[in-house]
């Protein structure tokens, strides 16, 4: 069972993917948050920053295109097989409010003939291997029936499936069955995500009779970066966690130019990491409220200081 590192969009930007290979590695392919290729044929600079070979190395990253129309996603693959990349992975799951309403992400799942027209042309053009990532459809998880029997016609890479509509965000109850219907239905490899945080969860899937191809997590490789080294039977070293959160630090202060910038990137990454600190919420409490580079810098050396306590 292989074990990747979801894309998250404003997080797991290639600064991240790069400063977590070095420092802790683990997962065996990095995504790439979506790209949302246009009309125009030109990638964004912030795009082609995040897709370049320099700042992807050993990461064994996916790309991934967020879109509706085929014509521009066969150019997208194009630009990225010239970059290098062997796959390219479909956004079929994004849930935010300004994507679904063009029908792009989870809304492309609302229009299941579109979606099928979509694949045809993508699959015909043949420009790289694609692996899709799909919710269960937009309100009701039977929506997925019919999605899946669209899948099955054509040759995915693979499919990653995170069993939640649209409606349901990120929250609440996951519906694991539909993930068993898909093994069943396709004859391509079938990813598992969704709200895996534990080693021993990571292994209970390996563990199972008929294990997922793979596991995809986001969230729980966020707040435990040394997740995916633990399952893996390695413990990381106690000073790495400084280390990791002092070269992001600096990699962001250069980068953004803008200690703002840092702060507000690295009170994101705060959130997640205290999340199991014996008095995480007050200490988060804090960290929020201070609005001032130096002082929040000072307060997370502080927090490690003080025990021996790491994410
Ligand atoms: C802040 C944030 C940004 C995300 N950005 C993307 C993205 O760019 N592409 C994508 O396919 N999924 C994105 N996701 C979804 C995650 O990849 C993943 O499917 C989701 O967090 C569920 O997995 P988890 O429970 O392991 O976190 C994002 C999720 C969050 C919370």
């Known amino acids: 069972m292989e074990l990747y590192f979801a894309p998250l969009e404003g997080v797991t930007d290639f600064t991240f993917r790069m400063i977590h290979r070095k420092h802790y590695g683990g997962p065996d392919r990095y995504y790439i948050p979506f790209l949302t290729p246009t009309q125009t044929h030109v990638l964004a600079p912030?795009?082609?920053?995040?897709?370049l070979p320099a700042h992807n190395l050993d990461t064994h990253a996916v790309p991934q295109l967020l879109t509706k129309s085929s014509e521009d996603f066969n150019w997208a693959a194009q630009v990225l097989k010239d970059l290098g990349y062997g796959m390219v992975n479909l956004?079929?799951?994004?849930?935010?409010?300004?994507?679904?309403?063009?029908?792009?992400?989870?809304?492309?799942?609302?229009?299941?003939?579109?979606?099928?027209?979509?694949?045809?042309?993508?699959?015909?053009?043949g420009?790289?291997?694609?692996?899709?990532?799909?919710?269960?459809?937009?309100?009701?998880?039977?929506?997925?029936?019919?999605i899946l029997e669209i899948y099955a016609k054509y040759p995915l890479a693979e499919l990653i499936i995170h069993p939640r509509t649209r409606e349901e965000m990120y929250q609440g109850?996951?519906?694991?069955?539909?993930?068993?219907k898909a093994v069943t239905a396709l004859s391509c490899p079938v990813c598992y995500n969704g709200d895996i945080?534990?080693?021993?969860?990571?292994?209970?899937?390996?563990?199972r009779q008929t294990p997922p191809a793979a596991v995809m997590i986001g969230r729980g490789l966020i707040a435990d970066p040394g997740l995916a080294l633990r399952w893996l039977g390695k413990k990381p070293a106690a000073e790495t966690f400084g280390?990791?959160?002092?070269?992001?630090?600096?990699?962001?202060?250069?980068?953004f130019g803008s200690q703002k910038n840092t702060l507000m990137r690295m009170k994101h990454l705060w959130s997640y990491w205290l999340e199991d600190h014996p008095q995480g919420e007050k200490l988060w409490k804090k960290m929020r409220k201070c609005n001032d580079w130096p002082t929040f810098y000072a307060m997370g050396r502080q927090i490690l200081a003080e025990g021996d306590w790491h994410p």
Request: glycine content about 6%; proline content about 8%.
């Open 46 to 51: 912030k795009e082609r920053r995040e897709v």
């Open 91 to 125: 956004n079929l799951g994004c849930p935010s409010g300004t994507v679904v309403p063009k029908g792009k992400g989870s809304g492309f799942l609302a229009d299941p003939d579109r979606l099928d027209v979509f694949l045809e042309e993508v699959f015909t053009a």
């Open 127 to 146: 420009v790289l291997p694609v692996s899709v990532k799909t919710r269960l459809g937009l309100r009701d998880p039977e929506e997925f029936d019919e």
């Open 173 to 180: 109850p996951l519906h694991p069955e539909y993930y068993e």
């Open 197 to 207: 945080r534990t080693a021993d969860q990571i292994r209970a899937l390996a563990d």
């Open 243 to 255: 280390a990791f959160c002092d070269e992001l630090s600096l990699a962001y202060l250069e980068r």
